[in-house]
């Protein structure tokens, strides 16, 4: 409980002290009431001081209507009419109400502000063979960075000396540590549970994994769904439109019934007016609506799927057609040397060594792959005129002869003849041609995620109508994975434009509202991520790309975390749902017994309140979801 919640709760406890005191005095010793005021009118403003004040200062900045507003005219109507110990209950319910509130709120805060323990406030350096502890902004790239046991990792880099486990639980939601060792990759806001580490920093601090998911949390709340969007027109114009209402229900019925000039008259139906003023407190829908999507993101990021903000959330949760990348989304994207195919003349050892040297600036991780299968050094100044042609492979210069490395596509644009029974040989080929002259094939594989079939059966028994895979690779290596993965359809042989132009197709054939989802890795496909009604960037960590582009982030390579996420935003979407229909429903029902003076202050305290307490309860849940 924070301080300010803990003064709140002293006040509304002194308050019910006071109230109770003069209300039993009240009903059992019948005492003068002008020594029952003071001890009211205390009591009063012990409780409800602030609102007073709230509602002044809101009507000198010229924001009249609010529920401050509403609680000050009500309460004090009350009092005036005598009503004492109404208006101090009104008034200690209603705080009893914002106390839990703010209690609420925390609570879904804590579940997201937690990511901002992430940040380290110092980092060990080793420098001129000294340890110094400095602000990890102040560390540069390529210096050495020590990190003891149980102690958080303050900047990515890659391990150059100890062995250990990290936590990755605050970034990727799962318990289960990841072991580290020499050349491994370890990101900042991990923890190192079990030996001394040092660290090579590869990214400054501005860019670390960190900074990135600290300013998409602070992003998040920025972003309104429809639902909030809609709350915020409602009570701008709902809140006067009351007022007037309470007002006309004041002034109305007495010139109506020709009781214009009994006072008695006026007072009953400005005691109805008093009362329908509390009941039309929007509170329940202002509070709940943005609570249950703050408490939605808070539920995720426990599991480690980060959200950008409540729209993203709404959106998910009317995804019905999902997209696919292939390579490192529904495939671990470590590739392998399966199978070599050289033309006659060729060795295999001469085939592979023309295709990792053309490769052998390539970042790609079929570059990487045959750079490792072929496992020799490389002389790179040998290497000149590199072309990289996206999408299709490279092209270069090698001692003199023009080497190609590629798609057969990239080939046979060149006049080099493939034969085609090597072209129907199903999985990733690397085709190499050496001054126009083909050389032979490198067959590539790249095994499926664990994951990757559950999660496409999970999702399809969530309602997911339709499944596409959309890949750079062969049509006939494509269909495998999709008929292994049961995905309904299939767009292969796609350069990143094309896969952009596909996805245009694609949103044109929704209907209905219904949106689409693309999930990539993020980096080659953050044009897709971006064009897509929801971009979801799968094992994004230490990511730029994916963070940026995406707007839904998976923090690890588990694709079951998709499924997770569509429950959350759904569940979410439904809670808010709820909310707005009992909230509406409610307070239309007291509203229209208040009016006609069925209902009193009591019932008009459950209709704030009460209604406010309970849309709050359900708001909570959205915390509470599970894997």
Known sequence: MTRKQKRMLIRIFIAAVLFAAAFTTEHFLHPSPWLLLPCYAVSYLVVGGDVLWKAIRNI??????????????????????????????????????????????????????SLVELR?????????????????????????????????????????????????AALTGESLPRSVTVGDEALSGCINQSGLLKI?????FAQSTVSKILELVEEASERKSKSEAFITRFAKYYTPFVVLAAVLLSVIPP????????????????????????ISCP???????????????????????????????????????????????????????????PAD??????????????????????????????????AKENIQDIQEIAGNGVQATIHGHVVLAGKAAMLQNQNITVPENIKEIPGTKVFVAVDHIYQGCILITDPLKPTAAKAIQEIKGLGIRKTILL??????????VAQTLQIDEVHAQLLPQDKVQCLETLLHTQKNGALLAYVGDGINDAPVLTRADVGIAMGAMGSDAAIEAADVVLMDDNLDKLPTAIRIARKTKYIVIENIVFALGVKAVVLILGALGIANMWAAVFADVGVAMIAICNAIRTLRIKK
Not at 138 to 150: F, P, W, Y
Not at 200 to 204: F, G, L, S, W
Not at 262 to 268: F, M, P, Q, R, S
């Open 471 to 480: 890949s750079g690779d062969t049509e006939q290596t494509a269909k495998a």
């Open 200 to 204: 090579r920093v590869t990214k400054p």
């Open 60 to 113: 000198a900045h010229g924001q009249v209507f609010d529920e401050n507003f509403l609680m000050t005219v009500a309460s004090l109507g009350a009092f005036a009419m005598k009503e004492w110990h109404e208006s101090v209950a009104v008034m200690l319910l209603y705080q009893v109400g914002e106390l839990f509130q703010s209690y609420a709120v925390n609570k879904s805060r804590n579940a997201i502000s």
């Open 345 to 378: 003349g060729t060795t295999e050892e001469q085939l592979l060594e023309w295709a990792a040297t053309a490769e052998a600036f390539s970042t790609h991780p079929i570059a990487n792959s045959l750079r490792t299968a072929y496992g020799k050094p490389i």
């Open 120 to 168: 380290p406030d110092m980092a060990t350096v080793e420098r001129n063979g000294e340890l110094l502890e400095v602000d990890p902004d102040e560390i540069a790239v390529e210096e050495i960075i020590v990190v003891k046991t149980g102690e958080r990792i303050p900047l990515d880099g890659i391990v150059t000396e100890g062995n250990s486990t990290l936590d990755t």
């Open 255 to 278: 010139i109506v019934t020709g009781n214009f000039f009994n006072g008695a008259v006026w007072l009953k139906w400005v005691s109805r007016a008093l009362t329908f003023l509390v």
């Open 283 to 341: 509170c329940a829908l202002v509070i709940s609506v943005p609570l249950s999507f703050f408490g939605g993101i808070g539920g995720a990021s426990r599991n480690g799927i980060l959200i950008k903000g409540s729209n993203y959330l709404e959106a998910l949760a009317a995804v019905d057609t999902i997209a696919f990348d292939k390579t490192g989304t529904l495939t671990q994207g470590a590739f392998t040397v399966a199978g070599q195919y």
